[in-house]
C-alpha cells in the first residue's frame, strides 16, 4: 500500500500545482480526476486492509509482514532544541554537496551508457552482466570484511535472525553474535530501510559499516541506472541518504538529542532533496512513509537547504536526463527574455494550412514532407466572404479521411452529411500507438490526387488561439498550464495570411 499511495500522492501533487488566471472549466476537469483518482486510492485501501488482515495468520508469506504505513517512527520524541537545529542544517549541507555530486557523476555515467547502448544489444547486455556480478560481488563480498557484533541484551527481535528478514543477520559469525553489515546486505530494501530509520538502536550498527555500507550504496547507484533492466533511484537514494544520516547523527551526537534513526530520516530527505530537488513531494512522501507529522518542520528545513546548496551546483537529476535525452520540455516559469518578446516573434515558416475544401494532392503532399500533427483550416472567397479561420484539423483525421476516399469532383462545400453516413465517430477516435493509419500505407491514382474533399466536417472550430501581440511569457504559461499540444497564433489586424500554427509539443 505505501508504494501504491506514494505513486498517487507525488501524481496529485504534479498534477494540481497552485496556478492563477485559469478558467472555471479546467478547475472543473481536475477536480473530476482528483475525486476518480481519491475513489481508486479509497478502494485499494479498503481491499489492502483486507488482505493484509488475512495474510496476518502467516499465509501469505513475507506479504503479511508490515501494513498501510510502511516505516512507522511514531514512537520518536518530537522534541528538538537549538542544538539539534545546528546539527540539521549541518546534515542538510551535507545532503545538498552529495546530491550535486550524484548528479553531476551520474550524468557522465549515462552519457558513457549512452555510446555504449548506442553499439547494440551484445554491448548492453555485456554491460549489464558487468553491472550485476560487480553488484553481486559487493553484496556478498564486503559483509565478510565486517566484524562481528554480540547480540543486545534487550533486543525486541530474535537475535540472530532466522530467515530471509530481520535486523541480525548471522552470517559468518559465532553463536549469539551478528553482522551488521549483512544485516543491511542480505535483507530486502524495505527491512534495510527500516532498520536505519528504527529509534532505540545507537549502537547497533558499528561505524565502519555504516561508511563502508554508504560508499557501496552510492557507487552501485550511479552505476545500475542506465544499463538495460528495470532500476531506478528512488530507493538507492534513501537508503544512501539515511545511512549517512545515521553517520552523521552519531557524529554530532555530544551536541544533539536527537535519536540517531530520526538523523536517518532526516538524512535520507536531505539526499532526495540534493538529488532529486522536488521539496513539498519528498515532505508527503516522506510523512506517508514514516507516519511522523510532528517531525514535518525538521523535514521541510533539512530539505529546502539541501535544494538550495544542490541548486548552486546543477540542476535535479530527472531534469538532467531530459536534456541529455533531447526531450522537449518546457519549464514551469517563463524564461526572463520572454517578457521582451511577444508571439508573433517566434513564429516559423512557411505556414502550411489547408482550405475548407482542400484538393487532395495537396493534403497527401503536406502530410508527406511534415511530421506536424495538426494543421490550421482558413477558409477564403469563393468558400467565404472574407479570409476566415475555420479551425484546425488533426493528422489522425485526415488520414482517416483520405483511407476512406470520401472524395469529390468539385470544390464545393458540403452539408457534412456525406462524411457522417460513411464514417462512424469510432473511426475517428484516437487510436493505440502506432495502430493508425500511415500515409506510407495509402495509395491514390493521378485521378483521386486531382479530387477534392471537405474537411469542415473534421475540424476542430474551436481551438485555442492567441493574437499574435500577446506577450510569449503569457503565451508559454498558458500553452503550459493548459497542457496544449497546439496553439494557433493569428494576426491582429483583419486577414488570416500571417496565420500560424507556432506552439506544438
Not at 472543473?28 to 476518480?36: G, P
Not at 482517416?400 to 475517428?428: E, I, P, Q, R, Y
Amino acid at each position: 500500500m505505501g508504494d501504491v499511495d506514494i505513486i498517487l500522492l507525488h501524481f496529485l501533487i504534479q498534477l494540481f500545482p497552485l496556478s492563477k488566471g485559469l478558467s472555471p472549466p479546467f478547475f472543473r476537469w481536475r477536480s473530476a480526476l482528483l475525486w476518480r483518482t481519491f475513489f481508486t486510492t479509497a478502494v485499494v485501501a479498503v481491499v489492502l486492509r483486507g488482505l493484509i488482515g488475512f495474510c496476518r495468520s502467516g499465509k501469505c508469506g513475507l506479504f503479511g509482514q508490515g501494513g498501510l504505513i510502511m516505516f512507522d517512527l511514531s514512537a520518536t520524541i518530537p522534541s528538538y532544541s537549538t542544538q539539534d537545529i545546528v546539527a540539521i542544517i549541518v546534515l542538510g549541507i551535507i545532503g545538498g554537496v552529495f546530491g550535486g555530486l550524484f548528479n553531476f557523476l551520474l550524468d557522465r555515467i549515462l552519457r558513457a551508457y549512452s555510446f555504449i547502448n548506442e553499439k547494440g544489444a551484445p554491448y548492453k547486455i555485456l554491460l549489464t552482466i558487468t553491472i550485476s556480478i560487480i553488484t553481486s560481488a559487493c553484496s556478498y563480498g564486503l559483509p565478510w570484511l565486517a566484524p562481528c557484533t554480540p547480540c543486545p541484551a534487550d533486543a525486541v527481535e530474535q537475535c540472530p535472525t532466522i530467515g530471509r528478514s530481520g535486523n541480525y543477520k548471522n552470517f559468518q559469525c559465532p553463536p549469539g553474535h551478528y553482522n551488521g553489515l549483512a544485516s543491511l546486505f542480505f535483507n530486502t530494501n524495505d527491512d534495510a530501510i527500516r532498520n536505519l530509520f528504527s529509534s532505540g538502536t545507537e549502537k547497533e550498527f558499528h561505524m565502519s559499516t555504516l561508511f563502508v555500507f554508504f560508499t557501496a550504496i552510492y557507487c552501485l547507484g550511479l552505476v545500475t541506472y542506465g544499463i538495460a533492466v528495470p532500476s531506478g533511484l528512488f530507493i538507492p537514494v534513501i537508503l544512501a541518504g539515511a545511512t549517512y544520516g545515521r553517520i552523521v547523527g552519531t557524529l554530532l551526537g555530544p551536541i544533539s538529542d536527537l535519536d540517531p534513526g530520526l538523523f536517518a530520516l532526516l538524512g535520507a530527505a536531505s539526499f532526495l532533496g540534493g538529488t532529486m530537488r522536488m521539496t513539498v513531494s519528498v515532505c508527503v512522501i516522506l510523512l506517508e512513509l514514516t507516519n511522523d507529522l510532528l517531525m514535518l518542520p525538521l523535514v521541510m528545513l533539512v530539505l529546502l537547504i539541501s535544494k538550495t546548496i544542490a541548486d548552486s551546483f546543477n540542476k535535479g537529476v530527472y531534469d538532467q536526463i531530459i536534456v541529455m535525452k533531447g526531450m522537449p520540455f518546457l519549464e514551469a516559469h517563463a524564461e526572463p527574455y520572454m517578457r521582451h518578446l511577444v508571439a508573433g516573434d517566434v513564429v516559423s515558416g512557411p505556414l502550411i494550412s489547408f482550405s475548407g475544401v482542400e484538393r487532395v494532392g495537396n493534403i497527401v503532399q503536406a502530410l508527406r514532407i511534415t511530421g506536424h500533427n495538426g494543421f490550421p483550416v482558413v477558409d477564403e472567397p469563393p468558400l467565404s466572404e472574407a479570409p476566415e479561420l475555420v479551425g484546425l484539423v488533426l493528422r489522425s483525421h485526415l488520414l482517416v479521411l483520405l483511407k476512406g476516399k470520401g472524395f469529390m469532383k468539385d470544390k464545393v462545400k458540403t452539408s457534412g452529411s456525406f462524411v457522417l453516413k460513411k464514417f462512424g465517430a469510432f473511426d475517428f477516435a484516437k487510436a493505440g500507438s502506432g495502430k493508425g493509419p500511415k500515409i506510407e500505407d495509402l495509395d491514390f491514382t493521378d485521378e483521386e490526387m486531382d479530387m477534392y474533399v471537405d474537411l469542415h466536417p473534421i475540424t476542430n472550430t474551436s481551438p485555442y488561439t492567441v493574437v499574435e501581440t500577446m506577450s510569449l511569457a503569457k503565451a508559454a504559461v498558458l500553452f503550459r498550464a493548459l497542457g496544449l499540444r497546439h496553439l494557433l497564433v493569428v494576426p491582429k489586424t483583419p486577414g488570416v495570411s500571417s496565420l500560424s500554427l507556432k506552439l506544438h509539443s
